[in-house]
C-alpha cells in the first residue's frame, strides 16, 4: 500500500471552499482510478497549510494515476487556492503498518 502527501498553502478566503472542491471534484476523480483506497483532506483551522492524503493499493495503481491526465485535472481545480500560485509539493510512502479500531472502520 502507498500513501501520498500532498502539501501547499491555500489563501485563507478559501477556508471551507477547500472542503467542498475537495468533495464534489477530487474524490470522485479518485474514486475513478483502479487501486484507489482512501483520500483526507488536512489542515487547522486559521492556517494556510492544507495537506491531501491518498492511500493506493500499491505503487502500479498510484503511478497509472499519477502518469494520468486525472492528476494535472486535480492540481488544476485547486489552482486559485494556491498561495502566491505555488504548486502542491508531495512525497510518497510505503505504508508500513496499521491498525484500526473496529468501531471507526466502516
Known amino acids: 500500500m502507498i500513501a501520498r502527501l500532498a502539501y501547499w498553502d491555500c489563501d485563507e478566503e478559501y477556508w471551507g471552499r477547500d472542503i467542498q472542491l475537495f468533495e464534489s471534484g ?3 476523480i479518485l474514486k475513478s482510478q483502479e487501486g484507489f483506497i482512501e483520500a483526507k483532506l488536512l489542515g487547522a483551522v486559521g492556517e494556510t497549510g492544507r495537506i491531501a ?3 493506493w ?3 502500479e495503481a498510484y503511478n497509472r ?3 494520468s491526465s486525472d492528476l494535472q485535472r486535480i492540481t488544476a481545480m485547486f489552482a486559485d487556492m494556491y498561495c502566491e500560485g505555488k504548486l502542491p509539493e ?3 510512502y510505503e505504508v508500513r503498518a496499521q491498525g484500526f479500531r473496529e468501531s471507526t472502520r466502516d
Open 26 to 28: 477530487a474524490v470522485p
Open 53 to 55: 492524503l491518498t492511500f
Open 57 to 59: 493499493s500499491c505503487v
Open 65 to 67: 494515476f499519477a502518469d
Open 90 to 92: 508531495s512525497r510518497d
